[in-house]
């Protein structure tokens, strides 16, 4: 059974800064490019940043670019997402989730229908 679990989301000041995490099981992990997504109260999921299965490309959101960054640990089965900066706007709901792509290294999938299994989510509120 595949499980996705998402941590660190809380409430934090604008422009200070939070670590999301994500623990994955039950799937080979490395064969898997993750991504992170959001979704705000009354709006869809919206594409947050991704990382091909060996962690060697990354890609962001416009929204994000500069502020947020991605990573991956292959041997604790993890994806991380460091966020800078934070705004009000970052407010929402965190998924990780996993698109199963074991032939090629690319990153930057963003659209929900790439990814297979989805986490429950964290999530994230930033005060003004």
């Known amino acids: 059974q595949v499980q996705l679990v998402e941590s660190g989301g809380k409430l934090v000041q604008a422009g200070g800064s939070l670590r999301l995490s994500c623990a994955a099981s039950?799937?080979?992990?490395?064969?898997?490019?993750m991504g992170w997504f959001r979704q705000a109260p009354g709006k869809e999921h919206e594409f947050v940043a991704a990382i091909s299965r060996s962690g060697g490309a990354t890609g962001y959101a416009d929204s994000v670019k500069g502020r947020f960054t991605i990573s991956r640990d292959n041997d604790r089965n993890t994806v991380d997402l460091q966020m800078n900066n934070l705004k009000p706007a970052d407010r929402a709901v965190y998924y990780c989730?996993?698109?199963?792509?074991?032939?090629?290294?690319?990153?930057?999938?963003?659209?929900?229908?790439?990814?297979?299994?989805w986490g429950q989510g964290t999530q994230v509120t930033v005060s003004s």
């Open positions: 039950g799937l080979t992990f490395r064969t898997y490019a």
């Open positions: 989730a996993a698109n199963y792509r074991p032939a090629n290294d690319y990153c930057c999938y963003s659209g929900t229908s790439d990814y297979r299994y």
